[in-house]
């Protein structure tokens, strides 16, 4: 654990899970959780309209960083932050009941509320690309070309404190009715996983180029 | 195509890709998107404040259905349809360029916005128990006990018109800047795809039941 996380997070009005809340968690599954997802869903309001997009973040400490470019629409007319509900999902399996209604999912989920910041200075942005790359492919930084002067000023990045989040998470078996268990149903569960498939090198990739070990043993998306 | 389904849909004001717009389609590959995926995320305001939530859905003709538990505190103060966005993302791709900045991932998305409505006819309701079920995993409603009168009226349908909607769709090689394309560096895509691991049997699965063969050869996650 870093020293800028939380040990626990403290859950307010708007974070606590009102539904199902013994699937409810506020301690470190929430770094976990936003650690092993790619993608993220952020959620804000222009003029009463809320928009869902999703993109990629990175996480350093207590701080998620997001492209800006989703809220571009907002950034128009705002400048004193912008309130966003960040969600971050993975899903785990399919879980088959006997009946119908108990149908259900494996899943890990992370809520996020806050106050979205735009960051300006061009240190953390860069900090915020690092994590980017560094997210999405443990490695990668180190190798490639820098962003120039020009990039990062043409890079839009949000800063979102990690203060108010609850996860939610679905493990095991379906829940039937008691009666329901006695019914010649197969009943179970279906493991889903992100996985990666044999990389395919650029259409112009340069003769000699080699496949990066860290690339050729990509795993983190299913095994983290 | 069903008669129920837009050949094209209308780009409006708010479902226009404004970011991007080369990647954008508002063509049949919205329903193809919305098939394949199986969690979608729904944004709706509540006092000014921006939720997201992630739920299964299914899809009838023009129209979908999502679960309603995640819209509750909503549905507390409203009546007349809750305005919504709801979005469904697949990621199929890591974007290795030759640059951080040109870093990008391959995706599918679509994003719909309406007014869901909730459903109350008993009818409606289990139609679209059904869509969720064959949704997920084609082949099961058949074999479940079906919803009682009880968990039908337990149960919170929320139906959403495909009218507005858009997909944005990122394929391919990464775009690097035509003067990286010299550097000693490996780039291309590391594809991903959302698996099917073994399915686990329920511990109170009573004897001699056998494994279906749609659970055993469930492939739709990445084939279809």
Same mark, same amino acid.
């Given at each position: 654990?870093?020293?800028?996380?939380? @040990?626990?997070?403290?859950?307010?009005? !708007?974070?606590?899970?009102?539904?199902? $809340?013994?699937?409810?968690?506020?301690?470190?599954?929430?770094?976990?959780?936003?650690?092993? %997802?790619?993608?993220?869903?952020? +959620?804000?309001?222009?003029? %009463?309209?809320?928009?869902? *997009?999703?993109?990629?973040? %990175?996480?350093?400490?207590?701080?998620?960083? /997001?492209?800006?470019?989703?809220?571009?629409?907002?950034?128009?007319?705002?400048?004193? %932050? *912008?309130?966003?509900?960040?969600?971050?999902?993975?899903?785990?399996?399919?879980?088959?009941?006997?009946?119908?209604?108990?149908?259900?999912?494996?899943?890990?989920?992370?809520?996020?509320?806050?106050?979205?910041? *735009?960051? @300006?200075?061009?240190?953390?942005?860069? &900090?915020?690309?690092?994590?980017?790359? &560094?997210?999405? *492919?443990?490695? !990668?930084?180190? &190798?490639?070309?820098?962003?120039?002067?020009?990039?990062?000023?043409?890079?839009?990045?949000?800063?979102?404190?990690?203060? @108010?989040?609850?996860?939610?998470?679905?493990? +095991?078996? $379906?829940?039937?009715? @008691?009666?329901?268990?006695?019914?010649?149903?197969?009943?179970?569960?279906? $493991?889903?996983?992100?996985?990666?498939?044999?990389? /395919?090198?650029?259409?112009?990739?340069?003769?000699?180029?080699?496949? $990066?070990?860290?690339?050729?043993?990509?795993?983190?998306?299913?095994?983290?």
């Amino acid at each position: 654990m870093s020293s800028l996380e939380h @040990e626990q997070f403290t859950a307010t009005q !708007r974070s606590t899970v009102k539904r199902l $809340p013994q699937r409810a968690d506020y301690g470190q599954v929430i770094y976990q959780i936003l650690d092993e %997802g790619l993608v993220c869903h952020v +959620g804000f309001v222009v003029d %009463g309209q809320p928009f869902v *997009i999703p993109t990629a973040y %990175g996480r350093v400490g207590d701080k998620l960083y /997001i492209h800006g470019s989703p809220a571009s629409r907002m950034l128009r007319s705002l400048s004193n %932050g *912008i309130e966003v509900c960040v969600t971050v999902t993975l899903l785990d399996g399919l879980v088959l009941a006997r009946s119908a209604f108990h149908h259900s999912m494996n899943y890990r989920s992370v809520v996020i509320f806050g106050t979205a910041m *735009i960051v @300006e200075n061009p240190e953390k942005k860069l &900090e915020a690309l690092l994590a980017f790359t &560094e997210h999405v *492919i443990p490695g !990668r930084w180190a &190798e490639v070309r820098s962003p120039s002067r020009q990039e990062l000023q043409g890079t839009l990045v949000l800063s979102l404190p990690l203060n @108010e989040a609850s996860a939610k998470v679905r493990t +095991g078996d $379906p829940n039937d009715d @008691e009666a329901d268990y006695d019914l010649p149903v197969w009943a179970g569960v279906v $493991p889903l996983k992100l996985t990666a498939a044999a990389p /395919i090198a650029d259409s112009r990739l340069q003769p000699g180029i080699s496949l $990066p070990a860290y690339v050729q043993n990509y795993t983190r998306v299913c095994e983290r």
